[in-house]
């Protein structure tokens, strides 16, 4: 069974610092993707960051940075530079074979002024 | 421009009513969802469609129809709406083809649905 799970309900991170949310998952397959979605209070769900299984390299993508331990199946997010825009729900989620994404429960991040 | 659309935004109706929601998206995506996510904010698969067939059912009532009617079109049918349909739906679509998964999915922006 595919399973992704996020232990931190809520974080909240000063302006400007840096945060790290994070992520385990669970699967089977041998080829599968990572994600980060982020929801703002907008409700639409936007793609932050997107990792494949196979490359060892860990995705970037401007301030966001994920660390991809696959033989610990961690995938954190590390938001540097935290901007009020950032507020938002973020999910991890994962994506095998199967044409199924499986998300988790979500990590409400809160940016203080 | 909107890539994955779906209307309503926002639904109230009352307990037993039969209502629907649509969802088109213009991407040239082959495969389309329906997820469910709940006042808790869990996000949940309900139905995914690729090419206009169903792949995946996630032990959803039989009160909840999907319909595909083209690959750019998901439509979700609710009969006899219970006050525990209330949720936000979204609608999704990716490019997935078999052996070759883990494309993005794009979002529509959901539709909110309130049973009272």
């Known amino acids: 069974a595919q399973t992704v799970t996020q232990s931190q309900p809520e974080m909240s991170v000063q302006e400007a610092e840096t945060v790290t949310l994070s992520c385990t998952y669970d699967?089977?397959?041998?080829?599968?993707?990572l994600f980060w979605y982020k929801q703002p209070p907008s409700r639409q769900m936007i793609l932050v960051i997107r990792?494949?299984?196979?490359?060892?390299q860990n995705a970037t993508e401007n301030r966001f940075s994920v660390n991809f331990q696959k033989a610990a199946k961690s995938f954190s997010l590390k938001i540097s530079d935290s901007q009020l825009g950032d507020t938002a729900m973020y999910f991890c989620a994962s994506s095998s074979g199967t044409y199924k994404y499986i998300f988790g429960t979500g990590t409400r991040l809160k940016v203080l002024a | 421009d909107t890539a994955v659309s779906q209307t309503p935004k926002y639904l109230v109706t009352q307990m037993g009513n039969d209502k629907s929601i649509k969802c088109e998206q213009n991407l040239g995506h082959d495969t389309m969802y329906w997820y469910k996510q709940d006042s808790k904010k869990f996000l949940k698969i309900m139905f995914s469609?690729?090419?206009?067939?169903?792949?995946i059912n996630e032990t959803v009532p039989n009160r909840f129809s999907p319909k595909s009617p083209d690959k750019a079109h998901l439509n979700l049918h609710i009969n006899s709406l219970e006050l525990g349909d209330s949720a936000v739906y979204f609608c999704?679509?990716?490019?997935?083809?078999?052996?070759?998964?883990?494309?993005?999915?794009?979002f529509g922006e959901g539709s909110w649905l309130t049973v009272v």
């Open positions: 990792q494949e299984a196979y490359k060892q």
């Open positions: 999704a679509s990716s490019q997935e083809s078999t052996g070759a998964t883990g494309n993005t999915i794009y």
């Open positions: 699967t089977s397959e041998s080829n599968y993707y």
């Open positions: 469609y690729n090419n206009k067939e169903l792949i």
